[in-house]
């Protein structure tokens, strides 16, 4: 009953609260402590070998460390009272969830868009996305908002809550621990995770350990959103066809399933630093990417992630009913 009402209040915490603006969070710990350690590493190591090193060090510390810390401060106010600990680990968990900064996010570059302000949503888009945004046009701005909610309702929503519903089922290790650890994980990749330097080699370790820690949770999302849609086979068939094409081994699959339940097609050039980079077409173009769209998929993602909790709670309360 313990996990079931950290599940639950943590799920609530994120839709009532989300992320409140100035308040300490567990990511901006994780993204000080990587910051330090790759300016130490970028500085003092200067090959491939010791940076391959460093970087896994640096994956394997953060991420059983978030994990371990974690479950440390969770023990801790559980012997001080047993409800400081669920209300602790709640908020913890809660923190790894964002459904909410996504809506959030996307209501952010909406708004001015709507109202005819390019400017300000291609200032505001400039929070969320890596992409240059000077110059897209509505279009783009629109593309690149789903691209974001759609890649990260597997990474920053739906596999948080896989790990975290893991860690429900092993008592002893608890919800908010695993999904802390998920979450260093996916900080990391972030961060350092890429194949340009100064990172190619100091990043490498954790943007395949985050790939990894994805693969089964994008697989299962993908298929929940195909039973969803109530057309699961066209969206497998679509994914089949046009995820494999993406050089990510999870964000194409994420993408590319809302693509096909939407009927839009996502990819194309983008810009980089002035550097054109070009992603793999993703599903069809029927319809274009509007407003309504990116809001169906973030509704979509929430059917998704309240048929997770409702399952794994029902699991998790059958040995009470016994």
Known sequence: MTSVAILIIATLLDYLIGDPWGWPHPVQFMGWLISHITKLALKYCHNSLTQRIVGIALGIILIVGSGAIGWLIIQSAKWLHPLLGIALESILLASCFALSS???AAAAVLQPLTAGNLGEARHILRNYVGRDTENLAEGEILRAVLETVTENATDGVMAPL???????????????????????????????????????????????????????????????????????LHVWRICRRDAVTDPSPNSGWSECAYAAILGVQMGGTNWYRGVAKYKPFLGDAINPITAISIQTALQLTGYCFLLWLGVAIAILLIPQNR
Do not use: Q
Request: charged residues 15%; aromatic residues 14%; contains cysteine.
């Open 102 to 104: 996504l809506r959030a």
């Open 162 to 232: 896989f790990y975290a519903i893991l860690g429900a089922f092993m008592p002893f290790v608890g919800a908010a621990p695993l999904a802390l650890a998920y979450k260093a994980s996916s900080t990391l990749d972030s961060m350092v995770g890429y194949r340009e330097a100064p990172y190619t080699y100091l990043g490498w370790f954790s943007a395949r350990l985050e790939d990894c820690l994805t693969w089964l949770p994008c697989r299962l999302t993908v298929m929940t959103l195909a039973l969803l849609s109530g057309r699961p």
